[in-house]
Antibody, heavy 117, light 109 residues
């Protein structure tokens, strides 16, 4: 069974770039026809899809975040990554990586990122 | 963008009762690309239903999904203590924009 694990700094300063990595184990990130996604959830609130990368390398982003988001994949490390630039306090949330063919079959445990000076 | 509206916001029921959760879309969801998730405090969401009515692997048959177009329902036939959680619907038919409903909190009465 595929497992996902998020990693990255838990604290980011305003205006800086948030960078997270999702490490995939139990399967190859480059096999099958799946989307590898990032989703976030502010404390006590609902889920917001950030974007995804397909096994071919093509990407789709939430239009509301598109200007600040980059998702990339490193098949040699079986990882995919998220970069979110020019962060503000509104970007404070638990960030999840997940994968599936449209829905999200499997999720990482999530990592809390706080934006604060 | 397809907006998903879940109702009720909070549902208070007792173990053994039947739960009916609603998810209404602002536009038709193509090919029933509608999923349901369960989230417990401190945990990641868990996929329950995909394709509007197909149960994910390992999901008990007391969970069922139905609906098409703009109206979808998640039914839990007989509530177990572990079913009290927050439930989200998600549409993935309006590519590339994926959206979630705001959630329904199922609490013990």
């Amino acid at each position: 069974q595929v497992q996902l694990q998020e990693s990255g700094p838990g604290l980011v300063k305003p205006s800086q770039t948030l960078s997270l990595t999702c490490t995939v184990s139990g399967g190859s990130i480059s096999s099958g026809s799946y989307y590898w996604s990032w989703i976030r959830q502010p404390a006590g609130k609902g889920l917001e899809w950030i974007g995804r990368i397909y096994t071919s390398g093509s990407t789709n982003y939430n239009p509301s975040l598109k200007s600040r988001v980059t998702i990339s994949v490193d098949t040699s490390k079986n990882q995919f990554s998220l970069k979110l630039s020019s962060v503000t306090a509104a970007d404070t949330a638990v960030y999840y990586c997940a994968y599936g063919s449209g829905n999200f079959d499997y999720w990482g445990q999530g990592t809390l990122v706080t934006v604060s000076s | 963008e397809i907006v998903l509206t879940q109702s009720p916001g909070t549902l208070s029921l007792s173990p053994g009762e039947r739960a009916t959760l609603s998810c209404r879309a602002s536009q038709s969801v193509s090919s029933s690309y509608l999923a349901w998730y369960q989230q417990k405090p401190g945990q990641a969401p868990r996929l329950l239903i995909y394709g509007a009515s197909s149960r994910a692997t390992g999901i008990p048959d007391r969970f069922s999904g139905s609906g098409s177009g703009t109206d979808f329902t998640l039914t839990i036939s007989r509530l177990e203590p572990e079913d009290f959680a927050v439930y989200y619907c998600q549409q993935y038919g309006s590519s590339p924009r994926i959206t979630f409903g705001q959630g329904t909190r199922l609490e013990i009465k």
